[in-house]
């Protein structure tokens, strides 16, 4: 079982959103179309796993993070982690974190990851702390604002925890 884990290319975008529409995902094509132009201009890397010759997943390196307490430390993110269900378990995701901790660690001593709180969100949630990271001690944000006690929220993907971890 051969992985390779490629920048992502324009010849890539179609493949990919038919494998997650396959799985019954709806991530639209212009979505890694724009993933394409961040690779180009430098503000992510976007890192394709395929298993021999055929997509199985995909991660992106945020150089620059949307989340203010590690764009404030320049903290780079890795951000929309996605493995195709019928590639888990085979060590793809394993695969495209190592290689997006050791090109995050050229340039910082961490990384910064986060999840969401749901159930579909489980594998993830262990892969992280298996592989060393810790919540950022900030607490739950929903889009990005830091929860208080007694708020009320809808549970969405936007319900999420962020962690971070020294390479």
């Not at 639209?28 to 961040?38: G, I, T």
């Not at 390196?61 to 493995?83: G, H, R, T």
Request: hydrophobic share 40%; net charge neutral; charged share 25%.
């Amino acid at each position: 079982m051969k992985v390779d884990i490629v920048p992502i290319e324009i010849e890539d975008c179609d493949k990919i959103h038919l494998a997650f529409k396959s799985q019954g995902w709806d991530k639209p094509k212009s979505l890694y179309e724009r993933y394409c132009e961040f690779q180009s201009n430098g503000t992510r890397n976007v890192l394709v796993a395929k298993l021999n010759g055929e997509f199985a997943g995909y991660l992106n390196i945020n150089w620059v993070s949307d989340y203010l307490p590690f764009k404030n430390k320049s903290i780079p993110e890795i951000v929309d982690f996605n493995v195709l269900k019928k590639f888990q378990r085979y060590g793809i995701g394993t695969q495209l974190m190592d290689e997006a901790e050791a090109r995050i660690g050229r340039v910082s001593k961490f990384a910064g990851i986060g999840f969401g709180l749901v159930q579909d969100y489980g594998a993830a949630q262990i892969l992280y702390v298996k592989r060393g990271y810790v919540p950022d001690g900030r607490g739950i944000l929903d889009e990005g604002k830091v929860l208080k006690y007694g708020e009320k929220v809808v549970v969405t993907d936007n319900l999420v925890l962020m962690l971070v971890k020294e390479l």
